[in-house]
């Protein structure tokens, strides 16, 4: 395969693991060879997402996308995203019978639960006929395989993730205050309800806690922990030097299918404090490089006695390398399948 036109609905400004990821893969899949366009909310007149304003909705129409994706010709069609562009882009295919695959980035019906009065069961439906339509659906663990499947989701693919082992490493000197207590236990990512942050606000901790990253929590939560030192958004190097920075990272989502911040903090020499549910599972358990409890204060606190070289030595095992062979494999597969599909007809 020679082209991949990639639909995604999230993109920049917006700093989270999807754009990251989609990012990443295309630098990798442009090395081998492959040609990667995006068709992004950055071509439309966009309007904010309710309750959630940093997430641009993108207006246009289906002959606009129709248009576009001819005017891209590449040679299979992914969809990143359950946005409009990802609705639009989807319904076209499956009109002209034309293969492509999915990805489930977001636990999207907690997501829509943790906000408004919808019940799971009517979200995962949408979901279910969403991605079930493709000719694969692509998600980052076993443990998110293993719940999509039991809720009637098909054509599941694995597709990892990795990590810049050269931008998240570990680093000398500080970017914090030097009067900063010590030890120091720090979350990195959005700032906003699904992301269970006041848990980790909420603990018991000795030395200090600092927040990471930007989003629509953050102004409510600086003003109701005045003793969390929240220093915003933060990219590139700046970022893997507050990873650095760290004596512990505590990731107390619930509903994330992966956590790639988990592996860019392993890869700073930072252990992980978690709760022992679906993305920290698998990319922690068993591995020695954080703990996992549902007592999640007595997992920051037994994290400080991890080896820092031992964490860097589990995200090693990440590379975005092998997580993007894994993506172009899973879209060949996808064609052929389709191939077989229409022939047997």
């Given at each position: 395969?020679?082209?991949?036109?990639?639909?995604t609905?999230?993109?920049h400004?917006?700093?989270n693991?999807v754009?990251?990821?989609?990012?990443?893969?295309?630098?990798?899949?442009?090395a081998?060879?492959?040609?990667?366009?995006?068709l992004?909310?950055?071509?439309?007149?966009?309007?904010?997402?309710?309750?959630?304003?940093e997430?641009r909705?993108?207006?246009?129409?289906r002959?606009?996308?129709r248009?576009?994706?001819?005017?891209?010709?590449?040679?299979?069609?992914?969809?990143?995203?359950e946005?409009p562009?990802?609705?639009?882009?989807?319904?076209?295919?499956?009109?002209?019978?034309?293969?492509?695959t999915?990805s489930?980035?977001t636990?999207?019906?907690?997501?829509?639960s943790?906000?408004?009065?919808?019940?799971?069961?009517?979200?995962?439906?949408?979901?279910?006929?969403?991605h079930?339509?493709?000719?694969?659906?692509?998600?980052?663990?076993?443990?998110?395989?293993?719940?999509?499947?039991?809720?009637?989701?098909?054509?599941?693919?694995?597709?990892?993730?990795?990590?810049?082992e050269?931008?998240?490493?570990?680093?000398?000197?500080?970017?914090?205050?030097?009067?900063?207590?010590?030890p120091v236990?720090?979350?990195v990512g959005?700032?906003?309800?699904?992301k269970?942050i006041?848990a980790?606000?909420?603990?018991?901790?000795?030395?200090?806690?600092?927040?990471?990253?930007g989003?629509?929590?953050?102004?409510?939560l600086?003003?109701?922990?005045?003793d969390?030192?929240?220093?915003?958004s933060?990219t590139?190097?700046?970022?893997?030097?507050?990873?650095?920075?760290?004596?512990?990272?505590?990731?107390?989502?619930l509903?994330?299918?992966f956590?790639n911040v988990m592996?860019?903090?392993?890869?700073?020499?930072v252990?992980v404090a978690?709760?022992?549910?679906?993305?920290?599972?698998?990319?922690i358990?068993?591995?020695?490089?954080?703990?996992?409890?549902?007592?999640l204060?007595?997992a920051?606190?037994?994290a400080?006695?991890?080896?820092?070289?031992?964490?860097?030595?589990?995200?090693?095992?990440?590379?975005?390398a092998?997580?993007?062979?894994?993506?172009?494999?899973?879209?060949?597969a996808?064609?052929?399948?389709?191939t077989?599909?229409?022939?047997?007809?």
């Amino acid at each position: 395969m020679s082209s991949i036109l990639v639909v995604t609905d999230a993109w920049h400004p917006q700093i989270n693991g999807v754009v990251r990821s989609l990012e990443r893969t295309a630098e990798e899949l442009s090395a081998l060879g492959v040609r990667v366009e995006f068709l992004t909310p950055q071509s439309f007149r966009t309007l904010p997402c309710p309750t959630y304003p940093e997430i641009r909705l993108s207006l246009t129409h289906r002959g606009t996308i129709r248009r576009m994706i001819d005017e891209f010709g590449c040679e299979h069609l992914h969809i990143a995203t359950e946005g409009p562009l990802g609705l639009l882009a989807a319904s076209i295919a499956k009109k002209r019978g034309q293969p492509f695959t999915t990805s489930y980035h977001t636990r999207f019906p907690e997501y829509v639960s943790a906000r408004m009065p919808v019940p799971l069961s009517w979200s995962y439906a949408w979901m279910r006929r969403f991605h079930n339509a493709g000719d694969g659906c692509m998600v980052a663990t076993k443990s998110l395989e293993n719940d999509l499947r039991d809720r009637g989701f098909s054509n599941l693919m694995r597709w990892s993730r990795g990590v810049d082992e050269n931008l998240f490493k570990p680093y000398d000197g500080s970017v914090l205050p030097a009067d900063l207590p010590g030890p120091v236990f720090m979350y990195v990512g959005r700032v906003a309800i699904e992301k269970n942050i006041k848990a980790f606000l909420d603990l018991k901790l000795s030395g200090s806690k600092v927040v990471v990253g930007g989003g629509p929590q953050l102004e409510a939560l600086r003003r109701e922990y005045s003793d969390t030192l929240f220093v915003g958004s933060k990219t590139g190097e700046d970022l893997a030097r507050h990873y650095s920075d760290a004596d512990v990272f505590v990731f107390p989502s619930l509903t994330d299918t992966f956590g790639n911040v988990m592996l860019e903090a392993l890869a700073c020499g930072v252990p992980v404090a978690a709760y022992p549910v679906m993305g920290p599972l698998d990319v922690i358990g068993g591995t020695g490089a954080g703990v996992l409890s549902d007592n999640l204060a007595e997992a920051a606190e037994a994290a400080l006695d991890i080896p820092r070289d031992h964490c860097r030595s589990i995200a090693l095992n990440y590379t975005w390398a092998a997580s993007s062979r894994q993506f172009l494999e899973n879209c060949n597969a996808a064609i052929n399948r389709s191939t077989t599909a229409n022939a047997a007809e």
